[in-house]
Nanobody, 125 residues
Framework: QVQLVESGGGLVQAGGSLRLSCAAS????????MGWFRQAPGKEREFVAA???????NYADSVKGRFTISRENAKNTVYLQMNSLKAEDTAVYYC???????????????????WGQGTQVTVSS
């Protein structure tokens, strides 16, 4: 069982930066694969970034080169550094976790059994 709590959201001007944090509880964090997703009003939840237990990362094309996902296993925390923010990045951002061997495509929300409550990111233009 993994419990997730996001923090770091807020209001920022276009071109600015924010760093989101996701604190995880549970014995399996270091072996878990972690993801960040976002959901804008009226839209489906979409993949943003993922990081595997070994440190491999993957990004949605819309954020590649601007966002960086990282993890600090000693602190049971995963981060999302967001730079050069745009108005279209406005959404609720969710942290998600899945244990090794979980079925499903890593970019699909349904592949992650554990979710945080979300943190709002608003980018003003």
């Amino acid at each position: 069982q993994v419990q997730l709590v996001e923090s770091g959201g807020g209001l920022v001007q276009a071109g600015g930066s924010l760093r989101l944090s996701c604190a995880a509880s549970g014995r399996t964090f270091s072996s878990s694969n972690m993801g960040w997703f976002r959901q804008a009003p009226g839209k489906e939840r979409e993949f943003v970034a993922a990081i595997w237990s070994g440190g491999t990362t993957n990004y949605a094309d819309s954020v590649k080169g601007r966002f960086t996902i990282s993890r600090e296993n000693a602190k049971n925390t995963v981060y999302l550094q967001m730079n050069s923010l745009k108005a279209e990045d406005t959404a609720v951002y969710y942290c998600a976790a899945r244990e090794p061997g979980t079925n499903g495509w890593y970019r699909a929300p349904g592949a992650y059994p554990y979710w945080g409550q979300g943190t709002q990111v608003t980018v003003s233009s």
